[in-house]
């Protein structure tokens, strides 16, 4: 059975303190990895998608990347704003449903 | 430019009692879904829809029916309510099947 574990559950930063959220999977075979976030009281948005291991991705001061085990959502110098849940998601491709993880909830403090 | 369009965004439903959870998205994606969230678990796949005309079960469908009725609406029928159907409930689309989701802002539901 596929199964998405994401760590920690929650997390306490500082405006400007760097950190990592983590994403490990196991699967059968991984047709894509997808990460969004997700503001109290609304639907998850869409951030990146990832397909294969050493894949890289960027914007703003978050950047995603992918091993064959595990994703990690790096942000840099957050903000108060860059406060939400964070969700994984992975696709194997069977009936191209989608296993989300169960989320990290990021606190940004100014 | 709208999205995905949910309604209701809350309902409190006694047991016994049905509704239909409306979904319309304005972006011209050929496939619709309807998750649920629970505290403690991640988002659950109730039913999705492929593509106009098509449905298929996902999850967790028991208690649960849907109608694509057609290319931008997907309806989420409760025939029965149950307290265990309280739930957050989202709609989603996607250009296709495997491509991002673009997810509503939810359906609280609370069944009594």
């Known amino acids: 059975e596929d199964q998405v574990t994401q760590s920690p559950e929650a997390l306490r930063l500082q405006e400007g303190e760097s950190s990592s959220l983590n994403c490990s999977y196991t699967v059968s075979g991984l047709r894509g990895l997808f990460w969004y976030r997700q503001d109290p009281g609304k639907g998850p948005e869409f951030l990146f998608t990832l397909y294969s291991a050493g894949e890289e991705k960027e914007k703003e001061r978050l950047k995603a990347t992918l091993t064959k085990k595990e994703s990690f959502l790096h942000i840099t110098a957050p903000k108060p704003e860059d406060s939400a849940t964070y969700l994984c998601?992975?696709?194997?491709?069977?009936?191209?449903?989608?296993?989300f993880g169960k989320g990290i909830t990021l606190s940004v403090r100014p | 430019n709208a999205g995905v369009t949910q309604t209701p965004k809350f309902q409190v439903l006694k047991t016994g009692q049905s509704m239909t959870l409306q979904c319309a998205q304005d972006m011209n994606h050929n496939s619709m879904y309807w998750y649920r969230q629970d505290p403690g678990m991640g988002l659950r796949l109730i039913y999705y829809s492929a593509s106009e005309g098509t449905t298929d079960k996902g999850e967790v469908p028991n208690g649960y029916n849907v109608s694509r009725l057609n290319k931008r609406e997907f309806s989420l029928r409760l025939e029965s309510a149950a307290p265990s159907q309280t739930s957050v409930y989202f709609c989603?689309?996607?250009?296709?099947?495997?491509?991002?989701?673009?997810f509503g802002n939810g359906t609280r539901l609370t069944v009594t």
């Open positions: 998601a992975v696709n194997t491709g069977a009936n191209s449903k989608l296993t």
């Open positions: 989603a689309s996607s250009e296709v099947l495997d491509s991002p989701l673009h």
